[in-house]
């Protein structure tokens, strides 16, 4: 899942249970849709990534810092995960909004396009619920 600073969730993804993290990594940041703007170019991407250690690797920074993206991701050994907690709880909040809808916390469906399609409707009903309160 990528989300925004405000926790609102921006591309859902699913995959085998026994792949590992980072090689989600590439794949959402490039679902984004390209964002219109009033002046300039259209912005394609976002500014800064924040990750857990288990995205730290040589690849990985190099792919980011080649899309011009600040990973913000600490060091294994090196940096503890503190700092990053401060900016993580907003992040660790939108799979807990995601599977507050009963039909995402255990998996009913046998094909994998069921749910993909409920978890992008449960993403979409957030974002909608989330965006009117604050307009209101």
Known sequence: MLSDAAGLPLVVAVSAANVHDGQALQPLPMALP??????????????????????????????????????????????????????????ERTPAWLFGYRRLTIRYERHGHLFIAFLTLAATITCYKKLAKLTT
């Open 34 to 91: 390209a964002i219109r703007s009033r002046r300039g170019p259209r912005r394609r991407g976002p500014v800064k990534v924040r990750a857990d250690k288990a995205y730290h690797s040589a690849e990985h920074l190099a792919w980011l810092r080649g899309r011009r993206i600040v990973p913000r991701i600490a060091r294994p050994g090196i940096e503890s995960g503190e700092r990053l907690g401060r900016h993580r709880w907003v992040i």
